[in-house]
């Protein structure tokens, strides 16, 4: 399995970015999602969704200015960012999950992770 992220890149405060993310495996996973590190940081839980309900899960700090969706026929998960902020600054992970049961706020929960794409917000 291998997880192919893009659409970052370097923006103002206020502006918008949509990150994409294309899974190759064998099937579809329960679910995809992106986390995001920032300099100095932990890595945090950003955003979830399951490939089998369409559920969506979001952190508190990006609700209701990111939404997370999916195309399952391309086995493709996007993230479309709004109203920037400097705090959002950071390395963007797609994650996916192939076997389920676990809590998708954990990175642990996940197997799979593509490469970091950095996302920068200049005040």
């Known amino acids: 399995v291998q997880l192919q992220a893009s659409g970052g890149g370097l923006v103002q405060d206020g502006a918008s970015l949509r990150l994409s993310c294309a899974a190759s495996g064998p099937s579809v996973p329960y679910g995809m999602g992106w986390f995001r590190q920032a300099p100095g940081k932990e890595r945090e839980f950003v955003a979830v969704i399951s490939c089998r309900t369409g559920n969506t899960y979001y952190a508190d700090s990006v609700e209701g200015r990111f939404t997370i969706s999916r195309d399952n026929a391309e086995n493709t998960v996007y993230l479309q960012m709004n109203n920037l902020k400097p705090e959002d600054t950071a390395d963007y992970y797609c994650?996916?999950?192939?076997?389920?049961?676990?809590?998708?706020?954990?990175?642990?929960?996940?197997?799979?992770w593509g490469q970091g794409t950095l996302v920068t917000v200049s005040s």
């Open positions: 994650v996916a999950d192939y076997v389920g049961g676990n809590s998708w706020y954990r990175s642990t929960s996940f197997a799979y």
